[in-house]
């Protein structure tokens, strides 16, 4: 049986741009599934999503006109059940075989078209017949409103359509947006699928202005992608619209830098965002990418103020030099290709006018106000009912960040960071923060620095909300670093304290991402502060405002470093035996972890990690054991060769280890591995003479204390 590939697509009005490319991902995604499921298209099938503004399609290779019919084998019931003493068929048998669509008009013709066959120690019927594969008309229709139905729409429209009935009415319809044709293409033959009130052709719109025909029409289930970009003007295929505005971007920014004598812009590249790449390509369907410009003049503002007021609101690339400046030039995405293109850039110039004229009164109004004078406006906005105004907030966190300069014995940056806390907050009052909450913090260190408080201060108040997500910059002074921990302990501690825990795939305060936050700080710095206790003081910070959750945050924090720790490229055993003894220096995990993974690849490991278990059960009887050992007491060669062993290399490795050596204390350690192996050859532990016993016991505990100071090896050969 011959295959043709299938093209499929519906037309509708123009579509959510930021959910345009996971619902092209998922249209095309779901119908192959389906039609795989029905027989009707092969593993090997390819799969081909296209979607633009106002389509989404999929083109999939090896699709048949009709599935293969199956045999299909059924157990019925055991012998006994399904036939009587005299070998005549029960109700029950002919009740399941009338289920089963099977004739039993003649019941003995029906008992004897049963294939009897052992299943287990007993004889069972089985009812053997052929399913009739699905032919495509019906496959498809079933695909088609089974992939719409599991799209990932964000939000559905209702919308209305009038019935094709000779009653006058209409019908209801859910849909993304109004859909207005479809599509339904195997090789070149329509295949009569109905959905949303649509009846599928083989025709099409194309580009809403610059479409050379309309409709087009396609011939061929192939001739897709073609077609559209000669007769529609419009580039179907996300992807390679994604790569060509990329292009085009990159060469208009080359271009401008070739067309000045100066050389000054020979070095201008469009921002990199990728979500605003994403965006645009969905709002496109022919990209023409056109340059244009802005008065000099407001590159006084700050220009994170006004690279995020181009990208927000108008969709725009701002142009940065090579030192990452941004120009007074920026490139717009535009749907048409006029001959004269100069009437689509004065009007881009003349919208983005107004927009930069907004973020420059907005900065020299901001400025006529120090930071410190707006401290006061804090207690006047809520920060959480529970836990109070911002103003209470920032004076947590000023105490926060005072506990742990004082920890770290730097004075200048305990009275640094107490400025920078007390400030952080106060550019949420300010008109441009109010106006583009995502500069937060950036602003506040453009005010810090007007009102001549340092550059310290000015980059701890800016840095005080890294890292924002994954993979961002830390803080950049030690100040900041201070201040950025208080903070985000702040939250933690608060959110967990009133019980607002991340649940599942919900976490609207952010905590997953602080608690790494904290972690990254604490590790990358390396600081010298016990987690436990900075836990602990923060929540004193709280008084009787939330309740002590330090035990559940501190385990929420060990948990998110695990996952942390695994994505790093960690084993779950390693990763498992540093963790399990909770280090509350986390800059030492590193360093434990390499020390872990060093000593598993010594020989004299997993004897020592097998030992090391065999010790822990031994000593969860006695939990109590004092691991002093009495000399007088050891009585066997093997008992007396460890103590040796142990005095001879406890104190070398315990040198090594204060002095954050874990890789040396653990190989320093292997050499106990002969000792040990003799020790419970040769030694009964738990001997009837209760001081032996207790000796003994004290001995092993006192082993096991210092092999699991780096790491619970006994977790190493789990």
């Not at 002919?94 to 004889?123: C, F, I, N, S, Y």
């Not at 004082?406 to 008109?431: E, F, I, P, W």
């Not at 000015?458 to 950025?484: M, Q, S």
Request: contains cysteine; hydrophobic residues 45%.
């Amino acid at each position: 049986m011959t295959t043709q590939n299938l093209l499929v697509e519906l037309f509708v009005e123009e579509l959510p741009p930021k959910a345009l490319k996971k619902l092209g991902e998922a249209f095309a995604r779901e119908l192959a599934e389906q039609l795989r499921a029905q027989g009707l298209a092969s593993a090997d099938s390819v799969v081909t999503p296209y979607a633009s503004p106002r389509r989404l399609a999929a083109h999939i290779t090896q699709v048949w006109r009709k599935a293969a019919d199956q045999a299909v084998q059924q157990k019925l019931m055991p012998v006994s059940v399904a036939l009587d003493a005299t070998g005549q068929a029960t109700p029950a048998l002919l009740k399941k075989l009338q289920a089963l669509g099977a004739d039993v008009t003649d019941p003995m013709a029906a008992v004897a078209a049963l294939r009897q066959a052992p299943d287990g120690k007993a004889q069972a019927l089985f009812y053997d017949s052929l399913v009739t594969g699905a032919t495509l008309d019906v496959g498809l229709q079933k695909a088609l409103e089974e992939a719409i139905a599991r799209l990932p729409i964000p939000k559905l429209m209702s919308y209305q359509l009038e019935t094709d009935c000779k009653l006058p009415g209409w019908s209801s319809v859910n849909f993304v947006r109004p859909a207005h044709g479809l599509v339904a293409l195997h090789g070149s033959t329509v295949v009569p699928v109905k959905v949303l009130g649509l009846t599928a052709g083989n025709s099409t719109q194309g580009h809403r202005f610059e479409a050379r025909v309309s409709p087009v029409l396609i011939a061929h289930a192939d001739d897709y992608a073609a077609t559209l970009a000669q007769d529609g003007a419009v580039m179907a295929s996300f992807d390679e619209r994604r790569d060509n505005i990329v292009q085009q971007l990159a060469g208009a920014a080359a271009a401008l830098g070739r067309s000045d004598p100066r050389g000054t812009h020979a070095a201008l590249h469009p921002i990199e965002d990728e979500a605003l790449l994403d965006e645009v390509t969905a709002l496109v369907e022919r990209p023409n990418v056109l340059v244009c410009q802005f008065e000099p003049q407001f590159l006084e503002v700050p220009q994170e103020c006004l690279i995020l007021t181009m990208k927000a609101n108008q969709k725009y690339f701002p142009l940065l030099d090579a030192a990452g400046k941004l120009t007074h030039q920026f490139l717009v995405v535009s749907n048409i290709s006029p001959l004269d293109a100069s009437f689509v850039i004065g009007g881009n110039e003349r919208v983005v006018r107004p927009r930069l004229a907004d973020a420059k009164f907005f900065f020299d109004q901001d400025r006529k106000k120090t930071l410190a004078s707006r401290v006061a406006g804090l207690d006047q906005v809520v920060y959480h009912n529970k836990l109070g105004t911002q103003g209470e907030r920032t004076e947590r966190v000023r105490a926060i960040a005072s506990a742990i300069s004082r920890q770290l014995g730097d004075t200048d940056v305990t009275v640094a960071a107490d400025t920078a806390a007390r400030l952080a907050k106060t550019d949420l009052l300010t008109d441009m923060v109010g106006e583009f909450p995502e500069l937060q913090g950036i602003m506040g260190g453009y005010y810090a620095r007007h009102d001549g408080l340092g550059e310290d201060i000015a980059c701890a108040i800016e840095d005080h909300y890294k890292p924002r997500f994954a993979g961002d910059d830390l803080p950049r002074h030690l100040t900041g670093v201070v201040v950025a921990l208080a903070d985000k302990l702040e939250t933690l501690v608060g959110m967990f304290g009133i019980g607002n825990l991340p649940t599942g795939d919900r976490d609207p305060f952010a905590l997953r991402r602080h608690a790494l936050g904290v972690i990254r700080m604490l590790t990358e710095k390396d600081l010298p502060l016990d987690l436990d206790a900075l836990l602990a003081t923060a929540a004193a910070c709280f008084g009787d405002k939330i309740k002590d959750a330090s035990a559940a945050l501190s385990d929420f924090m060990f948990e998110r470093l695990a996952g942390s720790l695994r994505e790093q490229g960690y084993s779950a055993n390693e990763v498992d035996a540093v963790l399990a003894l909770r280090p509350q220096r986390l800059g030492d995990v590193a360093r434990r972890l390499g020390a872990v993974r060093a000593f598993a690849a010594l020989p004299e490991a997993p004897a020592l990690a097998v030992a090391n278990k065999r010790i822990g059960n031994i000593l969860k009887k006695a939990p109590d054991v004092d691991p002093h050992v009495s000399e007088v007491l050891l009585q066997e060669p093997a008992e007396i060769a460890l103590f040796a062993a142990m005095q001879s290399l406890g104190p070398l490795a315990n040198a090594q280890f204060e002095a954050l050596d874990y890789t040396a204390s653990l190989q320093t350690l292997a050499a106990l591995r002969a000792p040990v192996d003799a020790f419970f050859d040769e030694v009964m532990v738990n001997a009837e003479q209760l001081d032996l016993r207790l000796n003994r016991q004290g001995l092993l505990k006192s082993l096991h204390g210092a092999m699991n100071r780096v790491a619970d090896l006994a977790r190493v050969a789990a």
